[in-house]
């Protein structure tokens, strides 16, 4: 397994633009899925964005489509999330997570099932 570690999160205004951070140790990020994923109080973790090992594809959920992007450093063995124009309905602990990709043969991108490495997660929270 890989572990992640999450930074960057914190409490902005609506509106306001934040990154995270997901730093990489134990294997090497261009060889994974890497996606982030978000839980809000009372609520269900949910998909938020994955960035494919193979090809630099990218996958958005439409909550957040237009609005945030995933990208990668493999150099620095780190992923990030840029997330703009804020909403307080994104208010929730971000996660970072990691998969191989034999994982997704059978298995969506947005299926936390597909993913075998998880970091601790940080908080965003957008006041209304």
């Known amino acids: 397994q890989v572990q992640l570690a999450e930074s960057g999160g914190g409490l902005v205004q609506a509106g306001d633009s934040l990154r995270l951070s997901c730093a990489a140790s134990g294997r090497t990020v261009s060889s994974l899925v890497m996606a982030w994923f978000r839980q809000a109080p009372g609520q269900e973790r949910e998909a938020v964005g994955c960035s494919t090992w193979n090809d630099g594809s990218t996958y958005y959920a439409d909550s957040v489509k237009g609005r945030f992007t995933v990208s990668r450093d493999n150099a620095k063995n780190a992923v990030y999330l840029q997330m703009n124009s804020l909403k307080p309905e994104d208010t929730a602990v971000y996660y970072c997570?990691?998969?191989?990709?034999?994982?997704?043969?059978?298995?969506?991108?947005?299926?936390?099932?597909?993913?075998?490495?998880w970091g601790r997660g940080t908080q965003v929270t957008v006041p209304s």
């Open positions: 997570a990691a998969g191989r990709p034999v994982y997704f043969l059978n298995r969506k991108w947005f299926e936390a099932t597909a993913y075998d490495s």
